[in-house]
């Protein structure tokens, strides 16, 4: 009996622009490897996304938008404000 090829997950990413096939094939490669199985994505473009991506795969949200990193630099200025 040979190993069963892993059932594909589908990871659901939202970005700014369309994705290149080179990025798209990267990130496929990535999620694959972190995830240990096959991944197929569902691109959606929001123009209203100042820039980055975002990626929903197995209940969990990847955020690594610009927005997001704006608020974590804030959050971190602040902090360090108030110490």
Do not use: C, F, W
Request: glycine share 10%; charged share 20%.
């Amino acid at each position: 009996m040979g190993m069963r090829a892993a059932e594909p997950v589908v990871a659901a990413v939202t970005s700014a622009l369309m994705l290149s096939d080179g990025q798209r094939m990267k990130l496929e490669s990535v999620l694959t490897e972190k995830l240990g199985a096959p991944v197929v994505l569902a691109l959606t473009v929001d123009p209203n996304m100042i820039g980055g991506l975002s990626v929903y795969v197995g209940g969990r949200l990847i955020d690594n938008t610009v927005k997001k990193q704006l608020q974590e630099m804030k959050t971190g200025i602040l902090n360090s404000m108030a110490e």
